[in-house]
């Protein structure tokens, strides 16, 4: 046997007897989760539910699956050792999963695919999605393009006007985008839009939502179609180093690319996990969107999990730099994993997570997204206090493209010129 396949062999996931596997029937992980929606919607979720298990079982699904996210979407990403950023922090090796990769620039495209087969196999017609910056948007804009569905974006109106490129992406690519003007026309406002049309139009209508949240069975079927990062990332791992990393660290927006990173690796006693969320400006109302930091546990768009909100339950205003991590609640597997020990969680504010985009930039030609900007700074906080020998793999979940004229803004603000 090569030291490669021994190395395989040995870090075989541990079986599964004995511990229960999660979320529970109901939805539940541990006392977070769970399915709190108005009765209209029961009947989608019960039929999707049903779907997606019956379709995860079916290997021709799965086969599809693999084949598309190949084909078109350019998996596998690669795993990158980057050698010039680690030997500036003069730590430990900083490696990095390439989501930035893929086709439309995140890890978001994975989840689009996998629930737009799923639509198609239980016979819709039409996608329907939420979108805060419009990655999400695109990422199903483009999936309905390629499979043949008429495909509607839900976007708070405030939205539509910063986003403008991304609209017309949208627009493009053939979706109609409806600008919501209701409550303060961001995000939030659009995931209520979006489930009050499906409640309507289920029949021949698919919600394609973004990320490892809302409603049983959204959170675990986005986790297993995103659980693809990780399950590439710790067989790459073993090939190129015969063991696997001593910590991981992913940017935590709503969850998904972070869960998809962490769930393959949960039962790796020896492997250390780091949610990163947005500590924006600073940890006080409406300054910052670190859940975990400065939430507590309530119920938001279906799920039970943390959110900030205040002590009468309304929600509170939440800050970032980067969009894509700028709301008010988490995915229910994250804050089970956070409540069992499992997953550390940290957050970086707007200059950090700035900082990192440069640093990154500079040493490796590498732009990323401005949320995994967070995640990289935090790699590199780490990195410092570890042996040269260790090793640490960062989750860049997406390239910076589309950031570069809002970061080209803020340092002019600042009159920092390059
Ligand atoms: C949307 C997005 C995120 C945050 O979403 P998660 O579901 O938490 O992964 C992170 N990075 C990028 C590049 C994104 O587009």
Redesign the pocket.
Same mark, same amino acid.
């Given at each position: 046997m090569s030291r490669e396949s021994a190395a395989v062999e040995k870090h075989r996931e541990a079986p599964r007897k004995g511990s229960p596997s999660l979320p529970d029937y109901r939805g539940y992980f541990g006392e977070f989760g769970g399915r709190f929606v108005s009765e209209t919607l029961m009947p989608a979720l019960l039929e999707l539910e049903e779907a997606f298990r019956s379709a995860w079982r079916d290997s021709s699904f799965r086969k599809e699956f693999y084949g598309m996210l190949a084909e078109y979407s350019g998996r596998p990403t690669p795993l990158y050792l980057a050698e010039s950023l680690s030997r500036e922090m003069g730590g430990a090796r900083i490696w990095l999963k390439r989501?930035?990769l893929n086709h439309t620039?995140?890890?978001?495209i994975t989840n689009a695919v996998g629930q737009a087969l799923l639509a198609r196999r239980m016979g819709k017609s039409r996608l329907i999605a939420e979108t !805060?910056?419009g =990655?999400?948007g695109v990422a199903t804009a483009t999936v309905a393009a390629k499979l043949g569905f008429s495909c509607q974006i839900y976007m708070g109106s405030e939205d539509v006007r910063r986003q403008a490129l991304n609209v017309f992406r949208m627009k493009l690519l053939g979706a109609t985008v409806s600008p919501v003007d209701l409550g303060g026309r961001t995000l939030k406002d659009a995931i209520s839009e979006a489930l009050r049309d499906w409640s309507r139009t289920v029949g021949e209508t698919h919600y394609l939502l !973004?990320?490892?949240?809302g409603p049983h069975p959204f959170p675990l079927m986005?986790r297993t179609f =995103?659980s693809v990062i990780g399950q590439e990332a710790r067989r790459q791992f073993l090939r190129r180093v015969g063991a696997l990393p001593e910590a991981l660290v992913?940017?935590?927006?709503? !969850?998904?690319?972070?869960i998809?990173l962490f769930h393959p690796f949960v039962k790796d006693a020896g492997v250390r996990m780091y949610g990163v969320e947005a500590g924006g400006i600073s940890i006080s109302p409406g300054l910052h969107a670190a859940r975990f930091a400065g939430g507590s546990v309530g119920v938001l768009q279906g799920t039970r999990t943390y959110v900030l909100q205040n002590p009468d339950g309304q929600i509170e205003n939440t800050h970032s730099v980067?969009?894509?991590?700028d709301y008010s609640a988490v995915?229910p597997e994250l804050a089970y994993y956070r409540n069992a020990g499992r997953i550390v969680f940290d957050s970086v504010g707007d200059d950090e997570a700035l900082e990192a985009f440069r640093t990154l930039s500079r040493t490796e030609g590498i732009i990323p997204?401005?949320?995994?900007s967070h995640a990289v700074a935090y790699a590199l906080r780490l990195a410092r206090t570890l042996p040269r020998e260790s090793n640490i793999l960062v989750n860049l979940?997406?390239?910076g493209d589309k950031d570069v004229m809002e970061v080209s803004r803020i340092l002019e603000g600042k009159g920092e010129r390059l």
């Amino acid at each position: 046997m090569s030291r490669e396949s021994a190395a395989v062999e040995k870090h075989r996931e541990a079986p599964r007897k004995g511990s229960p596997s999660l979320p529970d029937y109901r939805g539940y992980f541990g006392e977070f989760g769970g399915r709190f929606v108005s009765e209209t919607l029961m009947p989608a979720l019960l039929e999707l539910e049903e779907a997606f298990r019956s379709a995860w079982r079916d290997s021709s699904f799965r086969k599809e699956f693999y084949g598309m996210l190949a084909e078109y979407s350019g998996r596998p990403t690669p795993l990158y050792l980057a050698e010039s950023l680690s030997r500036e922090m003069g730590g430990a090796r900083i490696w990095l999963k390439r989501e930035d990769l893929n086709h439309t620039g995140a890890h978001k495209i994975t989840n689009a695919v996998g629930q737009a087969l799923l639509a198609r196999r239980m016979g819709k017609s039409r996608l329907i999605a939420e979108t !805060g910056a419009g =990655q999400h948007g695109v990422a199903t804009a483009t999936v309905a393009a390629k499979l043949g569905f008429s495909c509607q974006i839900y976007m708070g109106s405030e939205d539509v006007r910063r986003q403008a490129l991304n609209v017309f992406r949208m627009k493009l690519l053939g979706a109609t985008v409806s600008p919501v003007d209701l409550g303060g026309r961001t995000l939030k406002d659009a995931i209520s839009e979006a489930l009050r049309d499906w409640s309507r139009t289920v029949g021949e209508t698919h919600y394609l939502l !973004g990320t490892a949240f809302g409603p049983h069975p959204f959170p675990l079927m986005v986790r297993t179609f =995103q659980s693809v990062i990780g399950q590439e990332a710790r067989r790459q791992f073993l090939r190129r180093v015969g063991a696997l990393p001593e910590a991981l660290v992913a940017c935590v927006g709503g !969850g998904s690319n972070a869960i998809g990173l962490f769930h393959p690796f949960v039962k790796d006693a020896g492997v250390r996990m780091y949610g990163v969320e947005a500590g924006g400006i600073s940890i006080s109302p409406g300054l910052h969107a670190a859940r975990f930091a400065g939430g507590s546990v309530g119920v938001l768009q279906g799920t039970r999990t943390y959110v900030l909100q205040n002590p009468d339950g309304q929600i509170e205003n939440t800050h970032s730099v980067s969009a894509g991590l700028d709301y008010s609640a988490v995915g229910p597997e994250l804050a089970y994993y956070r409540n069992a020990g499992r997953i550390v969680f940290d957050s970086v504010g707007d200059d950090e997570a700035l900082e990192a985009f440069r640093t990154l930039s500079r040493t490796e030609g590498i732009i990323p997204a401005l949320e995994s900007s967070h995640a990289v700074a935090y790699a590199l906080r780490l990195a410092r206090t570890l042996p040269r020998e260790s090793n640490i793999l960062v989750n860049l979940s997406g390239r910076g493209d589309k950031d570069v004229m809002e970061v080209s803004r803020i340092l002019e603000g600042k009159g920092e010129r390059l």
